[in-house]
């Protein structure tokens, strides 16, 4: 499981717009990947990277699971988790409450 970012959402937009911005005035894009992050103190320049192609995927230029979607599969995999669990727990006390009917009673 991915840690969350500690980098915050509008910092990351910002990279990501630079990188488009001064992309021209370098011979590739990993040149403009390590100014950029160099320029905002981003540790790595593989997390800009990262920033850009998931930018790329949410705009509909690369194929991929975009942030929503990844959201959403996140939200329906707890909840599946959730619901597996309820159900395991009525097995159970459906099995305990079948044998109480198979036992005997004695009436007093």
């Known amino acids: 499981m991915a840690r969350p970012s500690s980098y915050p959402f509008e910092l990351r937009k910002r990279a990501v717009r630079m990188v ?10 990993s040149a403009a990947l390590k100014a950029v992050a160099q320029k ?5 320049a593989e997390t800009l990277r990262n920033w850009v192609k998931q930018d790329e995927v949410d705009s509909g230029r690369l194929p ?3 942030t929503e979607e990844s959201a959403q599969l996140k939200a329906l995999k707890k909840e599946n988790a ?3 669990r309820a159900n395991d727990i009525l097995k159970a006390a459906a099995s305990f409450f079948a044998a ?3 036992r005997p009673h004695t009436r007093s």
């Open 82 to 84: 959730e619901l597996k």
């Open 40 to 44: 905002l103190g981003i540790g790595s």
């Open 20 to 29: 488009a911005e001064v992309r021209g005035d370098y011979p590739n894009q």
């Open 100 to 102: 109480e009917l198979d």
């Open 64 to 66: 991929g699971t975009t």
